[in-house]
Every structure is written in C-alpha cells, then in structure tokens.
C-alpha cells in the first residue's frame, strides 16, 4: 500500500469506524455502497484530503462511486495534485 | 417534454430496481382511528383484520383522546378550517400565537415558532441562522430532515460519531476558527432509541463556545419526569439554543412542528426560514387541538409516567423471553436481528399473529443492524403487551432465536 493509500485508511479507520470495530479496510474495501461511511459524513474525508494535499476537490468529482474505496479515493487525490503541479 | 414511452419505461425500471432491492416501500391501511387496537386492511384487499399496534409514534396516545377531538370540533367552529395565506400574509390567527407562547413556557425557552412540520422546521433553521463562515457539528446518526436542513445551508457541514464526545471535542477544536460552531444532535435517536448525552454536549458546547440545537421529536411530551424533554432529562433546562420538534408524535399526533429557543434565533427563523416564509402553517383545527394536548399534559404527568411504566414493563418481557434488545430507557425498543430477511419474516409473522410491528434494515440502519423497531404507548394496557409477548415469543421459537447471541444469530442467519 502506497503513502497516499496508507493516509487514506488510516484516517477512515480514526474518523469513522467505532471503537471496538476491528473490521480490516483494505484497498478495495467498499467503504460507501458496504455502509462503513455515509454520503453525510465523508464531507469530513473529502476535506481531509482536501488540507494534507492542498489541492481542491470539486463537489461533482467527490461522488458517492469516487468515494468507495481507498483504491478509487487515490485516483481523485492523484489527478488532482497533478492538476495542481 | 412530453411524458413519452422511453421516459415512462425509464421510472418503470427504477421502481423496479426499488423493488429488487426489497426496498419498496407499501403503505397499510388502517380502518380505525389511530389507537392501541387497529383495524389494518394488508395487503391492499384483504379484509380489515385487529392487530395490537406496536409501531406508531403515539406514544402519549392522545392521538384520538375524546378531549383533543372535543376541541380540535370546537377550533373548526371557531377559527374555520384553512387560512389560505401564509403567516405573513394574512396566515396568522390568535390561536397560532397562544400556542407558540405554551409551547414556548412548556419547553422552557424564550421563543417558539410554528412550522408545517418539524422536517419543515429542519430545513429552513440553519439556513436562517448560519452563514459560510459558521460550521455545524451534527452527530451520525441525526434524523434525515437535519441533514436536508443542514445541506441547505452554506455553514461547513461537519459530524461526529454517535454520543461519542471525545470525537465531538476533537471536532470542536477542529473549528474553533469559525465565527460560530452549532452542535446539532437528535435528543432521543429514532432508530435505537437511545437518549442524547445532552448535559455533556452543553458542558463542551460552553467550554468551546458553540450553539446547541436538539430535535427532540421522540422526547417532547414524555422524556423528563414532567415531560419537557431530553433537556429536562439531562438537567439542562434553559440551556439549549434551539430545540425543533413535533406535534405529529406524542403531541396529538396530527401534523406540525416548531423551533423554539433563543429570542433572536427564533426571530431570524420567523425572517429568513423558507419553509415557514412560503407554505401556510398549522391549521387552526389542529392548533386547538395541540392546545388542549399542552393542556392535558401541564395539569398532569399521569400520562407520561403510564408510557415509562409500560417501555419498562416491554423491555422486562423482552428480555426474560431470551430476545436481544437495544438497552435503553426510551419507549422506543428495538428488536435486534441483524439480518434483513429475517427482520421481514419475523414482522410479517408476528402480523398474522396479531402484532403490527415494521422491520427496518440497510439503508435505514446500518448494514448488519437490522431491527424490528417497537414502540410503546401510554394507550397500552398491560394486556396489550402480555399479548404482545405471547406472539414476539412464538415467533421467536419458531426462529430459533430466543436465547440467542448476536454470533449466534448472525451465524445462524448471516448479515
């Protein structure tokens, strides 16, 4: 698992799994469409990443598809830092 | 556009992925007024069978109460049925003021303001309220209207997990350099029926100087020992910024709802909440009616302290017959089953047992979590709930599932 993959379960696993919850997140674990994060909460991610990598996600690119898993979450941060370089 | 065959067949589609999903909603008929005993024509076409009602929100049961009628009859005499205006317009009537100054003296704040509903009253408060430069901190597990209500507004939206107030206080800190923070919580949560840990979230609310705002739909009229609500309960009276709740539960149960709380947050609500600015408000035949409620319950807690007689009474039988229940205090008790079929099965059985009760699963709690969610009411007598047992408990044998861990459940019927 990359840097960027890393980042982004391990704040999943703080900000929205209950203590006790042990269920491991993977790179392709649904985290959505599986009701680990709801469309309400994951604003809180989208910001997130938003402030570690100083780069703008706009609201039509941070779907509920966009936003399932670690894997498909990377490939929005990666093309928008490229953007941003 | 014309409604044309591709677009019919394009609904058509939808509404059946809706239904494969088992997500199809179908609505019951009941051939009575709403009560402890029902006359529920399901499915549409079946004859009216009586079934105990274990599933309504009239928790005070003064939604058909002779008193209630007697002056919901008498409002109709006197201030007619409709106002066909707005309030602004000509949509307000005497009685509408004398309800928002009871509501506003029952609750114990310094303002009340009516709304067609309390999802009216969500939607429109924080956009009246709450600027780009605020933020709202919503726990998880808040009833849909606050998260339409929230998404209307242009405040960062922010969330916290469910009673958990360490995460709150992170979030608080988070945005401490917002202009205002506004915690926003359900004061009982409608789906586990649990109560608000509201005396916590003040003590943080004051300590990181944010707002607090409750929706204490599921509480007003029976939570606290006069039933002010969660704030009564949690000895934090006069401590709340706004409390939004609703007529259309224990309060008579017929429609309407309110924000009630500071003077200048209710104003600007009166100012800028569309909901209330562009549809007519309560009306007058179910004001005099809620009225006559706030009446009923100022003179008396006899009501409240039958319901908290009977949710301990169910939870007692509940949990002697070997079923896994949601611990709580609130007359909202789940029954926990995790498994979304089972939860139908079991709720379709106990139907044709007599016990109208409703299965809730993925999308309306989480998945692995499904439920049949009862609810109590000062209308049942112990019969109903003796009765109400018998069915739960053969129902539960016949699933094998009295006794039962929630491994054990889930190993037996997956989630």
Redesign the interface.
């Known amino acids: 698992m990359d840097d960027i993959k890393r980042v982004i379960r391990d704040y999943v696993v703080k900000e929205y799994l209950e203590e006790g919850d042990d269920r491991e997140i993977t790179e392709t674990t649904p985290l959505i469409s599986g009701g680990i994060v709801d469309s309400f909460s994951m604003v809180s991610l989208k910001r997130f990443l938003e402030r570690k990598y100083e780069i703008q996600i706009p609201d039509a690119e941070a779907t509920t598809t966009a936003f399932d898993t670690v894997d498909s979450i990377a490939v929005v941060v990666g093309r928008f830092q490229k953007a941003r370089a | 556009m014309a409604y044309s065959a591709t677009v019919r067949e394009s609904y058509q589609s939808e509404l059946a992925g809706i239904r494969e999903a088992g997500l199809f909603k179908e609505e019951r008929y009941i051939h009575a007024p709403q009560a402890a005993d029902i006359d529920v024509e399901f499915p549409v076409g079946a004859p009216p069978r009586r079934v105990i009602n274990l599933c309504a929100n009239n928790y005070l049961g003064l939604s058909s109460h002779p008193e209630v009628i007697a002056a919901a009859h008498a409002g109709l005499d006197h201030r007619g049925y409709g106002m066909s205006s707005v309030r602004f317009i000509c949509g307000t009537q005497d009685i509408h003021r004398e309800l928002e100054s009871r509501l506003t003296a029952f609750l114990g704040t310094e303002d009340t303001l009516l709304f067609p509903s309390c999802m009216d009253a969500n939607a429109g408060v924080f956009e009246a309220v709450l600027t780009d430069q605020d933020v709202m901190i919503?726990d998880?597990l808040v009833h849909a209207s606050i998260?339409d209500g929230m998404r209307l507004c242009k405040a960062?939206?922010?969330?916290f997990?469910?009673s958990?107030m360490a995460h709150l206080e992170e979030k608080l800190q988070e945005h401490r350099d917002k202009r205002f923070r506004m915690i926003i919580t359900d004061g009982v949560f409608s789906m586990d029926g649990d109560i608000v840990k509201l005396d916590e979230i003040v003590a943080l609310a004051e300590r990181y100087d944010a707002m607090v705002c409750v929706d204490d739909s599921h509480a007003t009229g029976f939570i606290g020992k006069t039933g002010r609500g969660t704030h009564e309960h949690c000895g934090v009276m006069g401590k709340i910024d706004i409390i939004t709740t609703t007529l259309g539960k224990a309060m008579g149960g017929a429609s309407g709802g309110c924000v009630s709380g500071r003077r200048e947050l209710v104003e600007m609500c009166r100012q800028r909440a569309r909901p209330y600015l562009f549809s007519n408000t309560v009306a007058p035949v179910i004001v005099a009616g809620a009225l006559k409620v706030l009446e009923l319950l100022s003179g008396s807690t006899e009501r409240r302290d039958k319901l908290e007689w009977n949710a301990r009474y169910w939870r007692k039988l509940l949990t002697e017959a070997g079923f896994d229940i949601k611990a709580g205090e609130s007359p909202i008790v789940p029954v926990m089953l995790y498994n979304a079929k089972l939860a139908q099965d079991v709720a379709r059985d106990l139907f044709a047992e007599g016990i109208y009760v409703v299965g809730f699963f993925?999308?309306v709690v989480?998945?692995?979590q499904a439920r049949i969610r009862t609810q109590l009411s000062a209308a049942h007598e112990k019969h109903h709930l003796d009765r109400g047992i018998e069915a739960f408990t053969k129902v539960g044998k016949k699933y094998g599932i009295l006794g039962k861990t929630k491994q054990e459940v889930i190993e037996q019927y997956g989630l």
């Open positions: 919503a998880r998260v960062l939206q922010d969330t997990k469910h958990d993925f999308p989480a998945k692995g």
